[in-house]
């Protein structure tokens, strides 16, 4: 470290403990509390934190933490082939986080970047780890998609505008085509939800490895399908929840796992935004006509759309979709799909299952025993027919607590996520927080010899820098606040997706597990259309755990 990081870190040392006011009293209490048990130690190294900043080893040693180590870089090999299957917004973020942007955005990055210093998405992009892939093919059904995939698949000095371009990669006009390709190793799928289970299957039957974006399914019946293609493969498969990659989330499991909070009885999590892009009204591009979108191919194939009409309408569902409509091009629903049940799986499948999944890997909860829901299109009167309000339940009788999930689109006060346990609550976000219990029996003596003030935050753990890079909208400051944009692993800053992508890679190339797989893909999966069921139904449902099946009661 410099001489300047270090004064730096002093004068920031300076203000963090002159902030807190910690008394003379409580520093004395708190190093009395390193000779306590486990949440003693956690106090101590806290107090020691405030003292010099670069002490994280020292809190992870008092803690009991492991350091989560960096990235391994890529091993030798040969170059992995890859192919997009849909280049939306967020196709053509995934290009991004594996090194392939378009000119224009990466002029973009530099022009944010001499306006503000402190802006550094372009240095990021351009340090990343070269994974050794290559953009061989592309699919979407709107050509202006397929050309900006092209471009940025081509693009690989990672050029601004005027720049050198590599060998163009092939664009295919439907995905069957380019899974068919013998230069296609694997395939990236981000298209709307009402492909995803069905292109992952294809694709596996195809040999080919796969990340697909969540939610993993848009039915139930794809969800059991599509777990027995992948237990019979042994390729890499990958769900997109990048949440995986956060280092707050596997310190949070420690912590629980510790016993820190006491036994957990309530779980609270939510989703706010307020703005357009956060309710999926998102802008209509103007080269959008008959003639650059291929209509047809995204409803899907007559017989897929009789299969899910049946499906819907045997669950008494019919009055949610709209036969009608599907045969009558509209940018509306092309651009907006996941304001319709037609294609999207709504609140649920879109926003809880991020919540869900992060959740799962600190908890081990699995599949809930029973989900309620409640909602309704309170503030979006655009014709969608997806709630913009949701509340659901969900109850686990044998662990003996319910995680409760609420969303508005039309309010952004944030929420963070909280365990609440009898001793400690634990807020986890991009940061965490544990506050002790005024009623906690575990740390009922130090409570009363006043060496923990409850109601209070004792412990915060903050990786990196609190401050997040150009969040210039409500949806992104969700994300940023849910620690979904970017995460740090000792003090170096990562783009999550990349983080999820690469260990992806890494993985079709060792033929090691990922960490979001088809078991925990599963568990989201059938957890989300619980939830959306039980909306939809106005019922409880339930997970019969023996048959593996969801039931009314």
């Known amino acids: 470290m410099s001489t300047t990081e270090n004064q730096d870190n002093e004068k920031k040392t300076t203000s963090e403990s002159s902030g807190q006011n910690i008394s003379k009293g409580r520093r004395d209490a708190l190093k009395t509390l390193a000779t306590l048990p486990v949440l003693g130690a956690m106090a101590y190294g806290v107090y020691k934190k405030t003292q010099k900043e670069h002490t994280n080893r020292q809190v992870a040693d008092m803690f009991h933490f492991q350091e989560n180590p960096a990235p391994a870089p890529v091993s030798d090999g040969k170059i992995i082939r890859i192919g997009i299957i849909g280049v939306g917004s967020r196709g053509i ?81 439907t995905y069957k085509e380019l899974l068919a390709a013998p230069d296609v190793d694997a395939v990236i799928i981000a298209t709307p939800d009402h492909w995803h289970g069905t292109m992952t299957m294809d694709a596996i039957k195809a040999g080919k490895h796969v990340y697909v974006e969540k ?51 309530l779980i609270e999590t939510s989703t706010n935004r307020n703005d357009p892009n956060g309710a999926w009204v998102y802008p209509i591009h103007p080269d959008a006509n008959p003639r650059t979108i291929d209509w047809k191919q995204f409803e899907g194939d ?86 913009d309000v949701l509340q659901t339940t969900f109850e686990y009788k044998k662990r003996k607590l319910a995680l409760l999930y609420s969303a508005t689109l039309a309010n952004q006060f944030n929420r963070p996520r909280k ?63 849910r620690g979904l944009l970017y995460s740090y692993v000792n003090g170096k800053r990562y783009n999550t997706t990349f983080l999820h992508l690469k260990e992806w890679i ?37 997970w019969d755990a023996d048959k593996e099946e969801i039931t009314r009661g």
């Open 93 to 173: 973020s995934l290009m991004q986080a594996i090194g392939f942007a378009t000119p224009e955005k990466v002029e973009e990055l530099k022009k944010e970047l001499r306006k503000n210093s402190k802006d550094t998405r372009y240095k990021d992009f351009m340090e990343q780890e070269d994974l050794q892939i290559k953009i061989t093919a592309v699919c979407d059904i709107f050509d202006v998609h397929a050309q900006n995939a092209i471009l940025a698949g081509a693009n690989i000095h990672r050029e601004a505008l005027n720049g050198r371009f590599g060998e163009m990669p092939k664009r295919y006009n």
């Open 215 to 265: 939610p993993m399914t848009w039915t139930v019946p794809e969800t059991y399908a599509l777990r027995e293609v992948l237990r019979n493969s042994k390729l890499a498969f990958q769900l997109g929840h990048q949440n995986r990659q956060i280092e707050t989330y596997k310190r949070g499991k420690e912590i629980v796992e510790k016993g820190l909070l006491g036994s957990v009885t």
């Open 302 to 387: 007559p017989d897929r759309v009789k299969e899910y009409m049946d499906y819907m309408t045997s669950n008494g569902l019919a009055k949610y979709i709209g036969p009608d409509s599907r045969d009558k091009f509209s940018l509306e629903r092309f651009f907006r799909w996941r304001c319709w049940w037609d294609y999207s799986t709504g609140l649920s499948g879109d926003l809880l299952t991020h919540e869900f999944d992060a959740i799962n890997q600190i908890m081990n909860l699995g599949i809930p025993d029973a989900a309620t829901s409640s909602g309704g299109v309170y503030f979006f009167k655009d014709g969608r027919t997806v709630p």
């Open 419 to 481: 365990f609440m346990g009898h001793d400690a609550t634990m807020e986890i976000g991009n940061s965490i927080t544990v506050t002790v219990d005024p009623q906690s029996v575990q740390y009922k003596d130090q409570i009363e010899k006043g060496l923990i003030k409850p109601g209070k935050p004792f412990y915060n753990y903050t990786p990196g820098q609190k401050d997040v890079d150009a969040v210039s909208s409500a949806t992104q400051l969700y994300f940023a606040e």
């Open 506 to 542: 890494d993985c079709i190339r060792t033929g090691k597990k990922t960490s979001c797989g088809i078991e925990e893909g599963f568990h989201e999966a059938i957890t989300s259309h619980m939830g959306t069921r039980a909306y939809l139904e106005g019922r409880t449902m339930y």
